[in-house]
């Protein structure tokens, strides 16, 4: 009977040892997934369905950023999870310092366009800017045609249409009210106070 040479036979006994471990590992790493597909599915479903009272027509948009990114911080803790639940805990923070970093560059490099989303939210969320207000920024005047994360759509009194970065609006605008709307609106209550007073101090002379 042909015998095995030792090195064959410890290397055979090695394998045999690190798959008894990672068996119950890589069924505990399946196990979890399933349950964390489920629990995302859930999250997500519930923040989506919050989000969406909030942000409704043309604000649906920041809804859907909210969502995305809650997604992202979900599933990065879910790939982190696993690794460590598979014994591969120094990876998983190798790999988080990793990202951590690639996040920053690509935040430096892509300022501009997460400024202009930022002011997007902003306008998106400001009652006093909406599609058909007529607006003035950066020396332009007209309405408003669309309010995206990125740019908003502006009809001047001309017939043309421009389009300006979101991150050039939201520091410096006005809203321009016609006259007629303006008078016709009620005083306010100092307003209204004063000209009371002013009666008051007339009826007395």
């Known amino acids: 009977m042909t015998t095995l040479p030792p090195l064959l036979t410890r290397s055979l006994a090695n394998f045999v040892e690190g798959l008894a471990v990672a068996i119950p590992r890589l069924l505990s790493g399946v196990i979890f997934l399933a349950l964390a597909y ?17 942000y409704v027509d043309d604000r649906e948009l920041v809804g859907d950023l909210l969502v995305a990114l809650v997604a992202i911080f979900l599933w990065f803790g879910v ?24 996040a920053l560059g690509v935040s430096y490099a892509l300022s501009e366009m997460i400024e202009d989303t930022v002011a997007g939210v902003y306008l998106l969320r400001d009652p006093d800017f909406n599609p ?16 995206e994360l990125r740019k908003t759509r502006i009809d001047t009194d001309t017939g043309d249409r421009v389009v300006m970065a979101n991150r050039e609006i939201e520091p410096r605008w006005t809203h321009d009210v016609p006259e007629a709307a303006a008078e016709d609106a009620p005083p306010s209550p100092v307003d209204a106070e004063t000209a009371a007073d002013v009666d008051e101090s007339a009826g007395a002379e």
């Open 79 to 102: 790939a982190l999870t696993f690794l460590k639940i598979l014994g591969m805990g120094d990876i998983a923070a190798s790999l988080g310092t990793a990202v951590g970093f690639i």
């Open 132 to 147: 058909g207000y007529r607006v003035e920024a950066k020396g332009v005047t007209g309405t408003v045609a669309a309010i």
């Open 38 to 54: 489920a629990t995302v599915r859930i999250v997500l479903s519930l923040v989506r369905t919050s989000i969406g009272r909030l």
